[in-house]
């Protein structure tokens, strides 16, 4: 089975930043479009930031995130990044990627999934 390593969590202070990494050891990551979810413990599971396979790159993110979050891709290194800027305490969660059958509203989720990376953001 195909899977995504995730990687680049870790403790931080409210205001900072930090950036995501999503590998795909097996398969080529710009065949697919590819989101980012987190899921914070008694919460359900949420799309934060979500990437088009297409060549322009169309992105989507949630209300939560935007205009701090940034998703890309480096096709060249196979990665996918979610840079995270002016963290706050509520973005604390386990933060995972995975394809999606589609970028708009970061679709469904199926076949690879990372292991996720935990992000904890203090105040």
């Known amino acids: 089975q195909v899977h995504l390593v995730e990687s680049g969590g870790g403790l931080v202070q409210a205001g900072d930043s930090l950036r995501l990494s999503c590998a795909a050891p097996?398969?080529?990551?710009?065949?697919?479009?590819i989101g980012w979810f987190r899921q914070a413990p008694g919460k359900q599971r949420e799309g934060v930031g979500c990437?088009?396979?297409?060549?322009?790159?169309?992105?989507y993110y949630a209300d939560s995130v935007k205009g701090r979050f940034t998703i890309s891709r480096d096709n060249a290194k196979n990665t996918v990044y979610l840079q995270m800027n002016s963290l706050k305490p509520e973005d604390t969660a386990v933060y995972y990627c995975?394809?999606?059958?589609?970028?708009?509203?970061?679709?469904?989720?199926?076949?690879?999934w990372g292991q996720g990376t935990q992000v904890t953001v203090s105040s």
């Open positions: 995975a394809t999606i059958t589609t970028w708009r509203h970061c679709g469904v989720p199926f076949g690879a």
């Open positions: 990437i088009s396979s297409n060549t322009v790159g169309d992105t």
């Open positions: 097996e398969f080529t990551l710009s065949d697919y479009a």
